[in-house]
């Protein structure tokens, strides 16, 4: 989800919640502690180098039951990011504490955004030497071939 995406969705919710890929909420006390710009810069397993800039949100559980942030407060706390650090429409990553701190993708299914489990993917497939999907056939599928021997055809 892109940057504008967020500032687009917070414009029309009266709250911000946050659900986690495992189905529970982020606790509604959480604070928004970062809002940056990550720029990462690094060379793939082929040799490309590469460069991939996102917009960083880092939750925090805190003790602070009383404290619920709004959408408006968010929008100013992404505007003035946006302003400061001249952060740009890239996709955004969420940063919350589990066991370790978890590392997301944005969603939104119409109500809440929901934390998405980011996956690993190797960058330079036509270099690694992995072997492609073989594609499965079902072998009732296959057509059957009329010119086939059969018994007593003197074929064999």
């Not at 925090?60 to 001249?86: Q, T, V, Y």
């Not at 940063?95 to 330079?124: H, M, P, S, V, W």
Request: with cysteine.
């Amino acid at each position: 989800m892109k940057l504008s995406e967020i500032k687009k969705e917070l414009n029309a919710l009266e709250n911000v919640a946050f659900i986690l890929p495992n189905g529970t909420y982020v606790p509604e006390h959480f604070h928004v502690t970062e809002v940056g710009l990550s720029t990462r810069n690094f060379i793939d397993c082929g040799g490309k180098v590469r460069k991939e800039n996102v917009v960083n949100f880092q939750l925090w559980d805190a003790n602070d039951f009383d404290h619920r942030l709004k959408p408006k407060k968010l929008l100013d706390i992404i505007e003035l990011s946006e302003k400061i650090l001249g952060i740009e429409d890239h996709e955004v990553e969420v940063e919350f504490q589990g066991e370790t701190i978890g590392k997301y993708d944005l969603g939104f299914n119409g109500t809440d955004f929901t934390l998405i489990n980011k996956q690993t993917a190797c960058l330079a497939e036509d270099q690694c030497g992995i072997p492609a999907d073989k594609q499965k056939v079902k072998l009732s599928a296959i057509p059957t071939q009329t010119n086939s021997c059969t018994p007593g055809g003197g074929c064999c």
